[in-house]
């Protein structure tokens, strides 16, 4: 009743305004209008609703779900699922994090910040890797997974030792070297004072010199018109074009295929313009000599299989898809496998629609 | 002599051009094909995981078109309808609820301009000048209308009694996307001007910045401008994400790191000339032109020096600043041919100076990542070549 009253208030008082706008000419703006009570929209949320999304942990431990796991298990599912970017140690490979060492180089020049040298608080590296990694695989890791994997990244930066287990229990317990390490916004106090003054706007200095350019460094990407407009002409290739040239093979298994190569496309790249990336190109794939790809560099089975003369088949494939680390054992890819034949089928299918 | 382009009879005057559906939703000329966003691939890992870079240098007003406005995704762009579409706000509320993209079109909105500006944009530059361009130095920036409804209409609804005082509480901001980029707002800037919005610019937001609903968090980074937004979570603490620690973070020289850096300060650059807009003109009439924005609030003056900060004029603005918004300048000048070190200097209503890069490094050291509002040069030869260059 009340709302209603204010509501035909406002309105009022916008048409009164309106009118007056009308007359002077002015333009009429006006915030969203504010009201007693609510608008009634919205549903309110079921407990497992809520229990489904709200799974952030705070840094006092709030959110963590019951769990354990220690550090030996936590190397096997780390090699499993994060060496491939992170490397079995927590080092890092090529540009992906690097998340063990870097203690007391933070304030060296190009500090290494690690969750070890770097993180204040634990529960960011829970919290991450409980939402957002495995990369491309995100939300799949069960809480012992991702308690064994914490624990195996404390081990790594020689936080705990290899006896330890990481659970809810003692969760808080654990001390971050760097928990001390951050402080607030200063700008106001270290910066802003001194530059809200009136600007020289003559004789500011005695001489100029150029002290360095960007050319000497010349990292700048090429400015090839071609490149920079196939890019998202590439992007944007629908999966029916793609049929169209794949040469009798099955468009909807190709479009199949397309949407379960996104767990693929983390590290592997396919189509016009592809590159190597953590793996190497596809383009061609089947019926190509294993382990060819220039500019990549393989792991030791994956070059004794191109000096055995071996060849990509789609039966190899499909072995090698369902079991990686089984068919080729050391492989540097680190994914589980597709355990569905028809995915696996539907993967192969999509690979051959791109020639070489 | 005679310019042929006059006095032949041209194919353009003379057949017909496309009809009205040639295409039914347009894209430039081809003549505009360079005006696209580009990625530096040695910044990262993965284009998955990355960000490229809006051509500022090829734009002029303070608009910028969606399609070639920068992306920076942290698990790839996703396709999320409106129909699939939902949005929690949960936590210290009243009455935790959701919403569907329906029920946000019922609510009163607003319309706002307003910068988006990654917390790394010019951050390749701390330890020299590096990338020779407009875009890739100052690129990490966008500025479009959002039509939104304010967030604290939405918190309304949900109650906020609750929260008890909300001084020190915190909204914890969520994005539906793999990475689940998630960032704490304090709440006073929640209630303040933060929008939930669904349209840029007019249309529908592109599937790049968060096709259906983005957050818009007015002149703080770019990465608090949470994409794909789920979930509005009121809390008693910041919840310490990745992006708010390990990330968005820097270090200065003794080690210790500054946290919770959200403004963005006021920050310029001369968009034209510059190293991808040499000028082809030769001597006479030149129109220097640039951009000047600050997250405080309304740009207030330009300033811009030919000498490398020697003297300094004062520059016209396109138009009066809007508040946390782009805001054009030109010198319109007279070029003799003679090298320039061109530099501008934006000044925003809180009578703040945009600071030279050594003023900054003095303050905050050389391993600093993010925040470099820094006054950029470049250098323009007899030619009207430019380059990216510092200078003493």
């Known amino acids: 009743q009340a709302a209603a009253a204010e509501a035909a208030r406002l309105l009022q008082e916008r048409e009164e305004l309106a009118a007056l706008a009308a007359v002077s000419g002015a333009s009429l ?6 009201i007693e009570g609510t608008y009634g929209l ?16 705070l840094p006092d431990g709030r959110g963590l779900p019951e769990g354990r796991g220690d550090v030996f298990t936590g190397e096997e599912v780390f090699v499993d699922k994060c060496a491939s970017c992170h490397g079995d140690f927590a080092e890092g490979v090529g540009n992906w994090p690097v998340l063990a060492g870097g203690f007391d180089t933070l304030a060296n020049r190009d500090p290494v910040k690690t969750v070890g040298s770097y993180w204040p608080y634990l529960s960011t590296a829970w919290d991450y890797i409980n939402r957002s990694m ?42 971050m070297y760097n928990a001390d390490g951050f402080v607030v916004d200063d700008r106001p106090e270290l910066e802003y004072a001194e530059w809200r003054t009136e600007p020289c706007m003559e004789n500011c200095k005695e001489s100029v010199e150029i002290t360095m350019r960007a050319t000497f460094l010349d990292v700048t990407p090429d400015e090839d018109v071609e490149a920079a407009v196939s890019a998202p002409a590439t992007e944007a290739t629908p999966a029916v074009a793609v049929a169209e040239d794949a040469g009798g093979i099955d468009p909807a298994l190709i479009a199949a295929g397309e949407g379960a190569f996104r767990q693929c496309q983390t590290c592997h790249q396919v189509g016009e313009g592809a590159r190597n990336r953590t793996g ?77 | 002599g005679p310019d042929p382009k006059i006095t032949e009879l041209q194919d353009w005057a003379s057949y017909t051009g496309v009809g009205v559906d040639e295409t039914p939703y347009g894209l430039p000329i081809s003549f505009e ?42 698990s790839g762009a996703i396709e999320l309808s409106k129909d699939d579409y939902r949005l929690m706000i949960n936590g210290l509320v009243d009455r935790p609820l959701i919403f569907t993209y329906a029920d946000l079109e019922r609510l009163p909105r607003e319309n706002h301009v ?51 005082d909300l001084a020190d509480k915190w909204v914890y901001v969520e994005g539906a996307d793999a990475s689940s980029n998630g960032r704490s707002i304090p709440m006073e800037k929640a209630l303040d001007d933060v929008l939930v919005a669904f349209k840029a610019n007019g249309e529908a937001l592109r599937m790049e ?184």
């Not at chain 1, 703006?29 to 504010?34: E, F, I, K, S």
């Not at chain 1, 919205?42 to 952030?56: H, P, S, T």
């Not at chain 1, 994956?302 to 492989?331: C, H, I, K, Y």
């Not at chain 2, 004029?313 to 070029?335: I, N």
């Open chain 1, 29 to 34: 703006t006006a915030p969203a209008p504010v």
């Open chain 1, 42 to 57: 919205g549903r309110v949320a079921f407990d497992e609703e809520i229990a489904a999304w709200d799974v952030d942990v």
């Open chain 1, 134 to 175: 495995p990369f491309g695989e995100a939300g799949t890791l069960t809480p012992d997974e991702t308690y064994a994997i914490v624990a195996y990244l404390l081990y790594s930066n020689n936080m705990v030792d290899d006896d330890f287990e990481l659970s809810h229990e003692n969760f808080t317990e654990v001390e």
């Open chain 1, 280 to 356: 190497p190109v596809l383009n061609g794939v089947i019926g190509q000599a294993i382990g060819s790809v220039g500019g990549f560099r393989y792991s030791g089975v994956f070059e004794q299989a191109n000096a055995a003369g071996e060849v990509w088949t789609a039966e190899s494939l499909a072995a090698f898809l369902t079991d990686p680390r089984g068919t080729m054992s050391g492989t540097k890819m680190a994914f589980r496998g597709v355990g569905d034949e028809a995915e696996v089928a539907a993967l192969i299918a999509y690979l051959q629609s791109f020639a070489d």
């Open chain 2, 33 to 74: 094909s360079d005006v696209v966003r580009r990625n530096v691939e040695w910044l990262t890992a993965s284009p998955i995981s990355s960000i490229n870079f809006t051509p500022i240098h090829a734009l002029d007003g303070t608009i910028t078109p969606q399609g070639c406005a920068f992306e920076r995704h942290h």
């Open chain 2, 114 to 164: 307003y910068f988006c500006e990654c917390a790394a944009n010019t951050g390749m530059e701390w330890a020299g000048a590096q990338l020779n361009g407009a875009q890739f130095t100052h690129g990490m920036i966008h500025n479009m209308e959002y039509t939104g409804v304010p967030l604290r209409t939405l918190l309304r609804e949900a109650g906020l009694d609750a929260a008890g």
């Open chain 2, 209 to 392: 910045h968060g096709y259906p609903v983005r957050l818009v968090v007015p002149g703080w980074e770019g990465n608090m401008w949470v994409k794909w937004l789920r979930r509005v979570q009121v809390t008693d603490m910041a919840v310490g994400s990745r992006e708010e620690t390990s990330k968005y973070t820097d270090v200065y020289e003794n080690g210790i790191a500054r946290k919770w850096t959200w403004v963005m300060d006021a920050k310029s650059v001369i968009t034209s000339p510059s190293p991808q807009m040499p000028i082809t003109h030769g001597q006479g009439p030149l129109v220097i032109s640039g951009l000047a924005w600050s997250g405080h609030g309304q740009i207030t003056r330009v300033d811009v020096s030919k000498d490398g900060g020697i003297t300094w004029e004062t520059a016209r603005l396109g138009k009066q600043g809007d508040t946390k918004a782009l805001t054009r300048f030109y010198l319109d000048t007279d070029w003799d041919g003679s090298p320039m070190l061109l530099q501008s200097r934006a000044i925003d209503e809180t009578g703040y100076v945009q600071p030279t890069k050594d003023q900054l490094r003095e303050k905050r050291g050389e391993n600093a990542v993010y925040h470099n509002n820094c006054i950029q040069t470049w250098f323009v030869n007899e030619e009207g070549v430019a380059e990216n260059v510092e200078v003493s």
